[in-house]
T-cell receptor
Framework: NAGVTQTPKFQVLKTGQSMTLQCAQDMNHNSMYWYRQDPGMGLRLIYYSASEGTTDKGEVPNGYNVSRLNKREFSLRLESAAPSQTSVYFC?????????????FGAGTRLSVL | DQQVKQNSPSLSVQEGRISILNCDYTNSMFDYFLWYKKYPAEGPTFLISISSIKDKNEDGRFTVFLNKSAKHLSLHIVPSQPGDSAVYFCAAREQGGKLIFGQGTELSVKP
């Protein structure tokens, strides 16, 4: 009963390096999201995908790109990491049915950019 | 400009007493509100929700109250238990379906 799985759990990057955060869900959900959580800021939406093949910017998209690879997978890419991108990143998914308002979250990826 | 605010970063309550977590919002077009609970090193998990057409929703020890005229949401936990110690986020749904989260309140329930 995996739900939303994120990899890796931890990552340390140097400024300028690139990396991709992976997210997969096994709940057959149409919508997927990427958030970042910073102290005192709550969860802020980076990008989301309402369905396979579509992606849209959220509140804080600068410095990030996303790919909705298929219905299960939604990846977040940092092309040139900056210290300001040090954060905890959460992926989430939701259905379009009765429970469409409820988003299910992964355990997070803790990223440090030095 | 934060549309959803949780003005108390932390709250400490004695076991068995009531915990009241508060949330204010500015956008009157929000149509659905949710509370999430987060333990350290885990993702947020859904706790309870309320539609904007209601003013109260109960689920066991958890009750959410909505005061639309004041644009205020609160979560009551009674009785509080040590296992309730966590960070609680309120969230509001925009008409496009996205959720806007508050900053979170860390609840500590002391035995």
């Amino acid at each position: 009963n995996a739900g939303v799985t994120q990899t890796p759990k931890f990552q340390v990057l140097k400024t300028g390096q690139s990396m991709t955060l992976q997210c997969a869900q096994d709940m057959n959900h149409n919508s997927m999201y990427w958030y970042r959580q910073d102290p005192g800021m709550g969860l802020r939406l980076i990008y989301y995908s309402a369905s396979e093949g579509t992606t849209d910017k959220g509140e804080v998209p600068n410095g990030y790109n996303v790919s909705r690879l298929n219905k299960r997978e939604f990846s977040l890419r940092l092309e040139s990491a900056a210290p300001s991108q040090t954060s905890v990143y959460f992926c989430a998914s939701s259905s379009d049915g009765v429970a469409k308002n409820i988003q299910y979250f992964g355990a997070g990826t803790r990223l440090s950019v030095l | 400009d934060q549309q959803v605010k949780q003005n108390s970063p932390s709250l400490s309550v004695q076991e068995g007493r009531i915990s009241i977590l508060n949330c204010d919002y500015t956008n009157s077009m929000f149509d659905y509100f949710l509370w999430y609970k987060k333990y350290p090193a885990e993702g947020p998990t859904f706790l309870i929700s309320i539609s904007s057409i209601k003013d109260k929703n109960e689920d066991g020890r958890f009750t959410v109250f909505l005061n639309k005229s004041a644009k205020h949401l609160s979560l009551h936990i009674v009785p509080s238990q040590p296992g309730d110690s966590a960070v609680y986020f309120c969230a509001a749904r925009e008409q496009g379906g996205k959720l806007i989260f508050g900053q979170g309140t860390e609840l500590s329930v002391k035995p």
